[in-house]
């Protein structure tokens, strides 16, 4: 019934997008081990770009792949191998006690209240865009040129802002690296007492 | 015809409850970044289904935007893991309770 009212390829791309985003999501935080936590991730990745193909946002389902999957994913699983904890978490103990129950009753709080809201609430107004002046969005290339257009003339002041974010990001990462670095080289030169009660907090776990 | 805007919200809505629930769950950081990557994606999901709902692109180049930030949040929150994995040799949140009062 509700294929029919809504067509059958329509529906069947978004069984198809909810399946992978829902089960991808219960991936990460179900499994213990960090490396299938960010497979799993991809596969919630690939579910939203399909959602975004079939909401007429090709270029944004393109970049969803190409800098969530390939770029984010990737310094994700960078991480995980260059520090060696792609051991298991150890999920069975629960040091707060009723931790997952509270968090669980919050998600679900949250969830609820989200589709109350959009239930209850009148968000089509009816209102036409500014950036494109009512024009419906277009599919592949003309997305592209429409999106284009919105972030160069309308966005171009944030656009700008974000060239400065992604800048002061690198140094902030590669200062987060090197200062590291020296702190260790004095800490083995000179051994300063200040580090020993932290070692021993370490041995005693 | 496509189907309705409000099925596209409501998955949104599921994929951040699950992102949150993992964030106040999991005590290893990387696996709490991947969840809150989950609810970036949820809140993109949202803004995407209300682009098309409203014919209004603007809403695309919102979440253009926010995978730019995302980027960055990452690279500077990895940094940040590195960093005390370096000091503690450990990646669990538990751990980092100098602060306690």
Redesign the interface.
């Known amino acids: 019934m509700i294929a029919i009212a809504y067509g059958w390829p329509d529906v069947l791309v978004f069984a198809t997008a909810a399946l992978l985003i829902v089960v991808g999501a219960l991936g990460v935080i179900a499994t213990r081990h960090p490396v299938h936590a960010a497979l799993s991730l991809i596969m919630t990745l690939f579910g939203v770009a399909v959602a975004f193909v079939a909401q007429s946002a090709d270029f944004l389902a393109a970049v969803e792949i190409i800098v969530y999957a390939g770029a984010i994913v990737v310094l994700f699983l960078f991480v995980i191998m260059f520090l060696g904890v792609d051991r298991d978490e150890g999920t069975r103990i629960e040091p707060l006690v009723g931790q997952r129950t509270l968090a669980a009753l919050g998600a679900v709080i949250t969830v609820a209240g989200l589709i109350t809201l959009m239930a209850r609430s009148h968000w089509v107004t009816g209102a036409t865009s500014v950036s494109t002046a009512g024009v419906p969005l277009a599919h592949g290339s003309g997305n592209v040129r429409q999106l284009g257009t919105a972030v160069f003339t309308t966005y171009l002041f944030a656009f700008e802002a974000t060239a400065a974010l992604l800048i002061i990001a690198v140094v902030g990462a590669v200062v987060l690296a090197r200062r590291e670095q020296r702190r260790d080289a004095e800490d083995e030169a000179t051994s300063s007492p200040s580090d020993a009660p932290t070692d021993l907090e370490g041995s005693e776990r | 015809?496509?189907?309705?805007a409000?099925?596209?919200?409501?998955?949104g809505?599921?994929?951040?409850?699950?992102?949150?629930?993992?964030v106040?769950?999991?005590?290893?950081a990387?696996?709490m970044?991947?969840?809150i990557?989950?609810m970036l994606?949820a809140v993109?999901?949202t803004f995407?289904?209300?682009?098309?709902?409203?014919?209004?692109?603007?809403g695309?180049?919102t979440?253009?935007?926010i995978?730019?930030?995302?980027?960055?949040?990452?690279?500077?929150g990895?940094?940040?893991?590195?960093?005390i994995?370096?000091?503690?040799?450990s990646?669990?949140v538990?751990?980092l309770s100098e602060m306690k009062g």
């Open positions: 015809m496509n189907v309705p409000a099925w596209y919200l409501v998955l809505a599921v994929l951040f409850g699950i992102g949150a629930f993992g106040l769950t999991r005590r290893s990387l696996i970044f991947m969840c990557e989950l994606n993109t999901l995407v289904t209300f682009a098309r709902t409203l014919s209004d692109v603007g695309q180049a979440v253009f935007f995978m730019v930030v995302a980027a960055a949040e990452v690279t500077v990895l940094g940040i893991v590195v960093a994995f370096r000091r503690r040799a990646t669990s538990d751990e």
